[in-house]
């Protein structure tokens, strides 16, 4: 579990995930990061796997993420589930 800069803020509890084929954005971190609902992206498909049953997105986003000196753009597939984590990055 790391804490990383997302856009403008320091986010902590990030979870690296290893074989995840996406990176996940809880919607109560998204909201914390003063982001708007109405502008994210459509996503027309559940993700399968995710807390056994099929969860459908609110939508996408993508944000600058810093780890040191490097930044990477990022694309998020932010979700309205519980979690302990405010994050998780895949690595396929």
């Not at 690296?16 to 990061?33: H, N, P, T």
């Not at 993700?47 to 609110?58: Q, R």
């Not at 986003?61 to 990055?89: C, H, M, W």
């Amino acid at each position: 579990v790391v804490s990383l800069q997302v856009g403008e803020y320091q986010v902590k509890r990030i979870l690296i995930a290893q074989g995840s084929s996406c990176d996940i954005m809880y919607v109560r971190c998204y909201k914390e990061l003063s982001l708007h609902q109405d502008d994210l992206e459509q996503s027309n498909s559940p993700l399968d796997g995710f807390n056994g049953t099929p969860t459908w997105p609110l939508g996408t986003t993508s944000l600058e993420v810093q780890a040191g000196t490097r930044k990477i753009t990022t694309e998020f597939t932010v979700i309205d589930t519980p979690s302990l984590y405010n994050i998780i990055l895949g690595r396929p």
